[in-house]
């Protein structure tokens, strides 16, 4: 390690704490990032498979972009990334109140499932009886209960006692999946698998736009990520939060209760969370399952971070990640030597270099003898 | 119903090892704190690598196969495999001081896919692999005492080394954390890094060194699952990420003692096999119930989290500066 002092002598390398870096600096910092994990990528798969990178990453785009096969199938299959990204997209706006709030929610994953699991069951128990206004009503209502309760919880003893918000919302994660597994077997009976969700009548489906059915969520995203963007910048409850994550000493001296603060601010957490759940369910995959929320839970939360509340942002990253996923699956499906989990190692890679990118614009380098060299 | 229990606890024994030293090595760096999300992942890494150990010495050895050199390969590759992921973490969260959840998460995509990608090279065409000699060495029970004591034979002799190497280092973990010097200057950093350094303790160099054995340790766990556990088989889906998850939320439940792992590790395999068992002995549980009763010990965690800071008894809180990075010009 390099700033390890010994004493009567200067160490030969200084880390010290830099102003915020200006766009391009951030820019550029995160270009390399990005081509430095490419070329570990190539690196990787080359040892593995012997083949051209070049080649394999040229596969990489056509997990989105595709022009081969006419327009139609060049529109649905950059639907597809978009939905996905619009799924990953609108966890990372529910954590961004919370993270901002330096309130580490990371039980997104179970927020996820207990508000598609709401919105499941309205659509199972209430599909035939409701009206399509009133049913879409109470499935989102459902749904945002349902992820305002899995927020609220681990918000109010973490207020009232202090409890530990990461292990809270961790452990909170498989209970959840605990218990939409349960749910799944009661509805499945004695089928192996629970399959869609009133197939017949279509009930609770959100209508088909562009030929899709997920079309609707896109719309939805987009106006979340301008909402909570006003919501944290402008309003008067988003600069409470900056407060309280901030300092909450300084929070209780200008009359900031920050007790009501952080369970406020969970519930709208959850909610939004609930949210994506009843998207999921109601307009990607009208079925629910313990993977409905696919591990985006997590991702989302890298997404959140490197994003550093700003959800425009989010919405660059989590494109490009989803991207990337996309990509390194169509190489896996491509190519005989490479599979799916070798997707996620190249996606593993990526967010690596990311993070570690992060060093690089926060502190500057300097070394021994007054040459300065900035990083 | 001896013969039900028996076999429930035995299941729950081997169940619990994993956990065990998933949660040792957690516990440890967790001490020095560190918050390391990527254990499930790390425990990935080492059963594979512990695996792949086993197995290749196994088929090269032929007739002349070792018993000892195979469990020295396999065990030495599983711990520093696993301690190779836990440097990544560490130069991440330390020397770059990035933030540790996000970093941890990202252990674990890349520790779960590389393994199974690896699993599947090794696998070829076919969904399983064993390294059937492996796992009779990793397995042969305590010669005598399994024969010749009767009930306890079974009860608890009846188990590979790895199982009271397990308890063997919980108990070393619990001495060296605190009654040695080194753990008391391991768990000042974890409480209060700034007081630590001002005392004249090299935090990083503890860090590092604490973390990069905790994940070691961790390693072993999934050495263990597949070497024995799940008698000497690679699957891609396997149960080790679940285990790990199960050994992060452990830690919690033991507030932070190695020591309360040995119990709360055979806690948490109860409840995990009860399903299983309780249908035997009278219980019936309804099919849709099984995963309620699977989530028992992630509730009866969060209880003991919430009790604990309900109770407010220092001793018992976790190192409270868990999850903060530590920059010394930051003070």
Redesign the interface.
């Known amino acids: 390690?390099?700033?390890?002092t010994r004493i009567g002598r200067e160490p030969l390398i200084r880390?010290?704490?830099k102003d915020v870096a200006p766009w391009w600096q951030k820019a550029v910092v995160r270009v390399v990032a990005l081509i430095a994990a490419l070329v570990i990528d190539a690196i990787f798969i080359y040892l593995?498979t012997k083949m051209n990178p070049l080649d394999v990453f040229s596969t990489m785009f056509k997990g989105t972009f595709v022009f081969d096969y006419g327009t139609t199938f060049f529109i649905n299959k950059l639907l597809r990334t978009l939905r996905d990204m619009a799924t990953l997209l609108c966890i990372a706006i529910a954590l961004a109140p919370a993270f901002k709030m330096k309130f580490?929610n990371?039980g997104a994953e179970g927020q996820v499932l207990m508000g598609g699991l709401a919105t499941a069951c309205v659509m199972q128990y209430f599909g035939d009886s409701l009206h399509t206004p009133a049913l879409f009503m109470l499935m989102l209502t459902a749904s945002i209960v349902a992820g305002a309760v899995w927020g609220f919880l681990p918000a109010f003893?973490n207020a009232k006692?202090?409890?530990?918000e990461?292990?809270?919302t961790?452990?909170?994660n498989?209970?959840a999946i605990?218990?939409v597994?349960?749910?799944t077997?009661?509805w499945r009976g004695d089928k192996s698998a629970m399959g869609t969700i009133n197939q017949a009548t279509q009930a609770g489906w959100f209508p088909n736009i562009f030929n899709q059915r997920f079309t609707l969520n896109l719309f939805i995203v987009a106006a979340l990520m301008i909402i909570v963007f006003v919501y944290l910048r402008y309003s008067k409850q988003g600069y409470e939060i900056s407060v309280v994550g901030e300092s909450e000493n300084t929070a209780k001296y200008a009359g900031i209760n920050v007790k009501k603060v952080v369970i406020r601010t969970m519930i709208i957490s959850g909610a939004i969370c609930g949210i994506c759940g009843f998207m999921t369910v109601a307009g990607k995959d009208q079925a629910i399952s313990t993977a409905t929320a696919g591990g985006y839970g997590?991702?989302a939360?890298?997404v959140a971070?490197?994003a550093k509340f700003n959800t425009f942002y989010m919405a660059i990253i989590s494109f490009l990640i989803v991207f990337l996923e996309h990509g390194a699956s169509e190489i896996a499906n491509t190519y005989g030597g490479l599979?799916d989990?070798?997707?996620?190692?190249i996606?593993?890679?990526i967010?690596?270099c990311l993070?570690?990118s992060?060093?690089f614009l926060?502190?500057s380098i300097k070394l021994r003898k007054g040459s300065k060299k900035e990083a | 119903m001896f013969s039900t229990i028996a076999a429930w606890f035995s299941r729950t024994v081997m169940f619990g090892t994993v956990m065990m030293y998933g949660c040792v090595g957690e516990t440890i760096t967790e001490r020095s704190g560190n918050?390391n999300?990527g254990i499930p992942g790390i425990m990935c890494i080492g059963g594979f690598a512990g695996f792949a150990g086993g197995y290749f010495y196994e088929r090269a050895a032929g007739d002349s196969y070792n018993g000892l050199i195979c469990v020295l390969l396999a065990v030495v590759s599983s711990f520093i495999a696993a301690m190779l992921v836990g440097l990544?973490y560490c130069f991440?969260t330390?020397?770059?001081?990035?933030?540790q959840?996000?970093?941890g998460?990202?252990i674990?995509?890349?520790g779960?896919?590389?393994s199974?990608?690896l699993?599947?090279?090794v696998m070829g065409e076919q969904t399983t692999i064993v390294a059937s000699r492996a796992h009779d060495t990793f397995s042969t029970r305590i010669p005598w005492l399994y024969e010749n004591v009767p009930y306890l034979g079974e009860l608890v002799f009846s188990y590979g080394f790895l199982v009271y190497l397990a308890i063997f280092v919980c108990v070393g973990a619990s001495l060296f954390l605190f009654r040695t010097k080194t753990g008391l200057n391991l768990r000042a950093i974890g409480e209060n890094p700034a007081t630590a350094d001002a005392a004249g303790i090299?935090i990083?160099?503890y860090k590092?060194l604490s973390i990069c054995i905790g994940t070691g340790i961790s390693g072993l766990g999934g050495l263990y699952y597949v070497l024995d556990y799940n008698r000497g088989m690679w699957v891609?889906e396997n149960g080790i990420e679940a285990l790990g998850?199960l050994a992060?939320?452990l830690v919690?439940f033991t507030t932070w003692r190695p020591m309360n792992a040995i119990w709360g590790a055979i806690l948490f395999g109860f409840l995990s096999w009860a399903y299983q068992f309780l249908p035997n002995l009278g219980v019936t549980i309804p099919?849709?119930?099984?995963?309620?009763v699977?989530?028992l010990p992630?509730?009866v965690?969060?209880f003991v989290?919430?009790i604990v800071?309900?109770r407010?008894k220092r001793e018992n809180q976790?190192p409270q500066s868990?999850?903060l990075p530590y920059?010394?010009?930051?003070r």
């Open positions: 390690m390099s700033n390890s880390i010290s704490k593995f580490w990371i003893f006692w202090k409890t530990n990461t292990l809270f961790l452990m909170m498989y209970i605990d218990a597994a349960c749910m077997n009661i997590f991702t939360i890298i971070w490197m599979n989990y070798a997707a996620s190692v996606t593993a890679v967010l690596f993070i570690g992060e060093f926060n502190y | 918050l999300l990544i991440f330390i020397t770059l001081r990035a933030n959840n996000v970093t998460l990202t674990t995509i890349f779960v896919g590389l199974k990608f699993g599947t090279l090299n990083t160099r590092y891609t998850w992060v939320a919690i099919n849709y119930a099984i995963n309620l699977q989530a992630y509730v965690t969060i989290l919430v800071s309900l407010k976790a868990l999850g920059f010394r010009e930051e």
